[in-house]
């Protein structure tokens, strides 16, 4: 007979089989383990790459360094309804010999910052005495590059002309009669936007 079905040694049979028994016991637990400790590493692999693939993504729509890009916008050209313009004199009365130093405040009203032209052909200064017109920035310009500057919400900016006390005309003619002492106005327009008059003296 096969030593497997009927064991043979000096030992009763029931020796025997209870030590079978409990070795095949033993070899099934192992195997149970062995295929446990496999199927938890699988896990753990597959829950890293989960991790990494959604990392991975993470960075593709925020950037190499986890943060969006930023942008910078540039401001756009000043609304005229935004702007207040205020005509400025360095003196309220000017001896002679002395050349009056005109000019404009721009200020912006909105929140934002906006950009005006402050060259000199997109600012006119006109003098006036009564309804005679005396000066303009504008007859007799030279420059014709603009020239914008950012101004910021609530915020303003200053250009200044100097008046050589003379008259001037559409076209620039020369031999114009000079200013005489008395009261003068003049205005300062800006992105089509004109000021209040000033008042200043010639002596």
Do not use: K
């Not at 009763?12 to 496999?38: I, M, Q």
């Not at 200044?160 to 003619?173: H, I, K, L, N, Y």
Request: aromatic fraction near 4%; glycine fraction near 10%.
């Amino acid at each position: 007979m096969s030593s497997l079905t009927h064991p043979v040694g000096p030992e009763r049979p029931e020796v025997y089989w209870r030590r079978r028994v409990t070795v095949g016991v033993l070899a099934v637990v192992l195997v149970a383990l062995a295929a446990f400790a496999v199927s938890r590493i699988g896990g753990n692999d597959a829950a890293a790459a989960d991790r990494d693939r959604d990392a991975g993504v993470t960075d593709e729509t925020t950037g190499t360094e986890g943060t969006a890009p930023a942008t910078t916008e540039e401001p756009g050209p000043c609304a005229a309804e935004q702007l207040q313009v205020v005509a400025t004199a360095d003196a309220g009365s000017y001896p002679d010999g002395t050349t009056p130093q005109l000019g404009a405040t721009v200020r912006n009203t909105g929140e934002r910052a906006c950009t005006v032209d402050l060259g000199e052909p997109a600012v006119t200064l006109l003098v006036v005495s009564g309804s005679d017109r005396i000066w303009s920035s504008d007859d007799c310009e030279t420059e014709t590059a603009s020239a914008p500057v950012a101004v910021e919400g609530a915020g303003e900016q200053a250009v200044t002309v100097e008046w050589p006390r003379q008259r001037s005309a559409e076209g620039c003619p020369s031999d114009l009669a000079e200013p005489r002492p008395g009261t003068y106005q003049f205005t300062a327009t800006v992105a089509g936007v004109t000021s209040a008059p000033v008042s200043f003296g010639l002596e």
